[in-house]
């Protein structure tokens, strides 16, 4: 089992920044691949980035693309999601996974789950 813990929500202006984190414990955090989805009231879960154990991630939703980057400290089994440039469009609860496979960008590919942080951006 790999217990996730997501923190950094909040409110913020639309244009501003966020930082998410995701600390994990349990099993061995080697060989996790660790996601980030997001579900807005009324939407389906949303892919919005993926890493790899070795660091590398998956292509971006062009939603997210060039403003939002996943990046991981292994050495404190921590994985971050670093959000500027914030749009209102971007207010959702975000998910942190993870899977001990390559990365996938359906939420059923993930076997493990966060309780969520809420991200609110006001315009």
């Known amino acids: 089992q790999v217990q996730l813990v997501e923190s950094g929500g909040g409110l913020v202006q639309a244009g501003g920044s966020l930082r998410l984190s995701c600390a994990a414990s349990?099993?061995?955090?080697?060989?996790?691949?660790t996601g980030w989805f997001r579900q807005a009231p009324g939407k389906e879960r949303e892919f919005v980035a993926a890493?790899?154990?070795?660091?590398?991630?998956?292509p971006y939703p062009d939603s997210v693309k060039g403003r939002f980057t996943i990046s991981r400290d292994n050495a404190k089994n921590t994985v971050y999601l670093q959000m500027n440039s914030l749009k209102p469009e971007d207010t959702a609860v975000y998910y942190c996974?993870?899977?001990?496979?390559?990365?996938?960008?359906?939420?059923?590919?993930?076997?493990?789950w966060g309780q969520g942080t809420q991200v609110t951006v006001s315009s």
């Open positions: 890493s790899s154990w070795s660091g590398s991630s998956a």
């Open positions: 996974a993870a899977r001990y496979s390559v990365y996938g960008k359906s939420w059923y590919e993930y076997d493990y």
């Open positions: 349990g099993r061995t955090f080697r060989g996790v691949t």
